[in-house]
């Protein structure tokens, strides 16, 4: 008998979750409805932070978080490679302009060096960026504290792209606490670490902030009489304020991640105790493990090694071949973002940005997620030994 494939990362739905989404199929209200800021309490609630606002997807989020800091043409904004293209996408959205800092090789977070020597020459050069996106790698935050007072020093704002991150802790906080982050996003596409379909949801201490991106996520309108301009023509009316866009998350969604967040912290629990004996398991096997951030409980949502060539005599895409065949459905995050070609034609190229070129050439993420049983997981570990000699 074939043994089952194995993905690298997949959703966790349960009959209260498919009870919750058809209570909304049965409601009056499939969008714009009471699940939608039952959600964002919730989401808000778990980061201890005031304000939420759901979207369609992050990539949505990070595009209105942007707008609500003013960013637009001639402005600059500043991630790392090692991320997805979403990251940097939402900065050309804006018509500004895009650069990169270059990652820690061992966090694969950005790297606090490459970033403050860049704004320095940047503020030499009186061309400093206007947002940085850090991104919190595999779940595992960035040291927020030290972008933080870099931002301060600086003058820049922050948007923290915690896709992958829900869930986890920085200095004993809730990623998303908007304690060192001016909004933090995250995505509930159903690989990450909750999952509402497709979605995204953008946190912020900054009611303006707020009130702003919830008004760009619904066409730039407001129903609120006070920010209305001339003559109001009765209770039917509405305003446009701004160019917005149709960003917002239905409430199908909506009761699937709220659903969904009643178990967080079991997916978080299981992430970890899994991640803990991918440490164990593999510890001399030659595979260069996630290095862990003391400051940080990562949300774990990669597992991601550095492939060991020497040791098995395979390439890092031999390797991926192999394991394919093998039913186990290893993935590589991130082909850099500066290496895609729509990026190389805006002047970006190899040898950049060496730290997150020379991560990627190695990078496998093995499966992680909420149900992978121990079996399963010992059966990816026999296949990496396998692969290594062992
Ligand atoms: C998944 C992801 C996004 C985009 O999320 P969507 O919800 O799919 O739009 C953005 N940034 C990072 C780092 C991601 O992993």
Redesign the pocket.
Known sequence: MPESIIQYARQDISAADIEAVVGVLNSDMLTQGPAVPAFEKAVADHCSAPYAVA????????HIACMALDLGPGDLLWTVPN?????ANCARYCGADVDFVDIHPHTRNISLQALRSKLEEASRKGRLPKIVVP???AGQSCPMAEIGALADEFGFRIIE????AIGGRYHGQPIGSGEWADIT?????P??IITTG???MAVTRNSQLAKRMARLRSHGITRDADLMEGEIDGPWHYQMLDLGWNYRMTDIQAALGLSQMQRINEFIAHRTMLADRYDTLLVDSGLTLPQRDLDCASAW?LYTVGWNEERSGLSRAEAYGRLHDAGIIVNV??IPVHLQPYYRRLGFGPGQYPNAEAYYARALSIPLYATLSLAQQDRVVSELRKLLGQ
């Open positions: 979207t369609n997807s992050a990539t949505s989020a990070l991320t997805f293209v979403a990251s991104v919190a790698f792209d915690a896709a992958h996003i995250f995505s509930f596409h690989v990450k497709e979605g995204g949502h995050h991130y």
